[in-house]
C-alpha cells in the first residue's frame, strides 16, 4: 500500500522547496524528496561556492594592484585552504538553511533517496512507495562528460569534485570555454594556478556577441590564461606530471600537460534514472522533460521546473518556474514561461550583465536595429575605481523604440543591466529611459547616455 499525498516534489532545488511552502501553506499534504544535498547545485556546486570563491579571487587581484591605490604591501601570496574553507561556510551554511527550513515545515515530508515513478502517480523511495495526486520533478542537471578518447583513463574534474580540492592545482587544464570554464579559469589564475582554456569553437563564449568574446578573451589573456580555440579532436592520456590533453588532429602533438583537468563542457538533465516511461512523461532529444507554458509535462498532473525542462539554465529560471507554477494553481494568476525575458550574468572580474536579444539575434530577427555602444573607459565610476575594462552595449528597435537587448561587461555590469531589463518588462521604449535621471556617480548613471546616443545600424 502506497502512502498519499496532495502533492509529491521531486528535488530540492530552487523550485521544490519554495513549492512546498506555497503548497503546505494552503493546506496541502506534501512529499518532498531529495537524493543527496538539499539546495541542490546552486547552493552546493553551483552559484553560491563559485561566487564565494570569485570574491575570493577578486580580493587577492585588488590586493596585488593595491600599490596603484596608495597601499603599501609586501607581496601577496594565497592559502587556498583559506579561500576553500570560506566557501565551505558559504554552502553548508546555506544547504542547512533549506534542509532545516524543509523538516520543520508543516504538512511537509521529507524523504532521503533516490525517486522513480512505478506509474504515474506512484514514486518509489528506497523500499517506501508514496502517491500523489501531483507530481513535481525538480531534478537539475549534472555535468556532462563527452566520450573524448580517453577520459576514462585519466583523472578529471567536474564543477561538483572542484569545490573539493586540497590543493592547487599547479596547471589546471579546462576543457569548455563558456560560463562555467571561464568563471573557473580566472579564479584559479588568480590563486596562482597556471591555467589554460581548450575550447572547440572558434572563440569563447559561443552564445554571446563576438565583439563581447573578444573583450573576455583580451581580459582573461592579460591576466596570463592561456587559451586555445578551434580545438579539433580532444583527447587524454595519462602522462608523468599529470594529464596530456590533445587539441590538435595532427597525430600526438601538439598538446598541452595539466596537473589538474577540469570540464566544463556543458550540461545534462536528470531525467534518464526518474522511470519517465512508467509514468509517461515525453522528453525530447536531450533528456529534457517536453512542458507547456504553464510547466505541464505531456502527463497534465505531472509539472516539470528548473533545468530539467531545459527551458532555462540558471538559478532565477528555476526560482521563475515555481513562481509560475504556484500562480497558476494556487493564484488563479495565468503567468507563463513566454512571458520572460533572458537575462543573466557572468561572473568573470569585469561582470557581464546580460538582458534580451544579443546583436547577432537582432540582426537575424530582420528588424530595423539602432545600436548605443560606451567603452567602460569613458565611464566616470569606472575610472575612479580603476576598472575601466569593457563596454556597454543597447539594442533597440528603430520602428517601434522597444529595448531588443544590452550587454554590460563591466564593473557592476551585473547589477547596472536590471534598470534597462525592468524597462523592458514594463514594455516603455528607451526614451524613458533617457528621460530618467540616474544617481552620480554610477555605471547606471552613463545608462541614459548610451540610449541617448543610438546609431542606426
Ligand atoms: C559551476 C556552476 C555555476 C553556476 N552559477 C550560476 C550563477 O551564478 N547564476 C545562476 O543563475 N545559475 C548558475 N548556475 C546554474 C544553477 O546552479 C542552476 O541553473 C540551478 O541550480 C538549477 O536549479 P534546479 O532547481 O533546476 O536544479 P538543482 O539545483 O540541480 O536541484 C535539483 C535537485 O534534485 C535532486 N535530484 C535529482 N534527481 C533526483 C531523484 N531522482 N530523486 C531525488 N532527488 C533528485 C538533486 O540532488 C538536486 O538536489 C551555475 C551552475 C554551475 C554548475
Ligand atoms: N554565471 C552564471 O549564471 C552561470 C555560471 C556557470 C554556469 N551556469 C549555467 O551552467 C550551464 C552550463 O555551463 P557550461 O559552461 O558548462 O556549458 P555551456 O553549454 O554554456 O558551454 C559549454 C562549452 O563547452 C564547449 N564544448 C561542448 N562540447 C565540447 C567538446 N566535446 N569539446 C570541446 N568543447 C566542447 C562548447 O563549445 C561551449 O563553449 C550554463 O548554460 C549556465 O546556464 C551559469
Known sequence: MSKHFDAIIIGAGQAGPSLAGRLTAAGKTVALIERK??????????????????????????????????????????????????????RLDARSGVESWLKSMKNCTVFEGHARFESPTEVRVGDQLISGDEIFINTGGRAAVPDFPGVD???????????????LPEHLVIIGGSYIGLEFAQMFRRFGSEVTVIEKAQRLIGREDPDVSDAIRDILEKEGVHIRLSAECIRFARHKD?????????????????????LATGRRPNTDDLGLDKAGVKTDARGNIEVDDFLRSSVPHIFAMGDCNGRGAFTHTAYNDFEIVAANLLDNDPRRVT????????????????????????????????IGTRPMTRVGRAVEKGETQGFIKVLVDADTEEILGASILGTGGDEAIQSILDVMYAKRPYTTITRAVHIHPT????????????SPA
Open 37 to 90: 544535498l538539499f539546495g541542490g547545485t546552486c547552493v552546493n556546486t553551483g552559484c553560491m561556492p563559485t561566487k564565494a570563491m570569485v570574491a575570493s579571487a577578486y580580493a587577492i587581484h585588488t590586493a596585488r594592484r593595491g600599490a596603484e591605490y596608495g597601499m603599501v604591501t609586501g607581496a601577496v601570496s594565497v592559502d587556498f585552504a583559506r579561500v576553500m574553507a570560506r566557501k565551505e561556510k558559504v
Open 153 to 167: 583513463e585519466v583523472p578529471y574534474l567536474t564543477n561538483t569534485s572542484v569545490m573539493d580540492l586540497s590543493e
Open 242 to 262: 599529470g594529464v596530456a590533453a590533445g587539441v590538435d588532429c595532427t597525430s600526438g602533438a601538439p598538446e598541452v600537460i595539466g596537473s589538474h583537468v577540469l
Open 339 to 370: 512571458d520572460r525575458i533572458p537575462t543573466y550574468a557572468l561572473y568573470i572580474d569585469p561582470p557581464l550583465g546580460r538582458a534580451g536579444m544579443t546583436e547577432s539575434d537582432a540582426r537575424k530577427s530582420g528588424r530595423k536595429l539602432m
Open 443 to 454: 555605471v547606471s548613471e552613463l545608462i541614459p547616455t548610451v540610449f541617448g546616443d543610438l
